[in-house]
């Protein structure tokens, strides 16, 4: 089951602390992370390989990003 993390509209931290929380709350599957600025998406992308989740895609959808995380 895919679960959803919409940090759009949110400054750093607060896309990481949400991502993190949802990704501690899994053992394993896929987590899509919507986030709008650089930052965001590459702090999120550390924050998740640093939990042991493989960062499968990043795709832009007009001015945000789509992060989909994998584990297991």
């Not at 990481?16 to 650089?38: A, I, M, P, R």
Request: include cysteine; charge should be negative; charged fraction near 25%.
């Amino acid at each position: 089951m895919r679960e959803m993390v919409d940090a759009r509209g949110l400054s750093c931290p607060q896309p990481v602390l949400l991502t993190v929380e949802k990704l501690k709350s899994l053992n394993q599957g896929e987590v899509v992370v919507l986030v709008d600025t650089d930052t965001s998406r590459e702090n999120v992308q550390r924050a998740a390989a640093s939990l042991g989740w493989e960062v499968a895609a990043v795709s832009t959808e007009g001015s945000d990003y789509r992060l989909t995380l994998k584990k297991g």
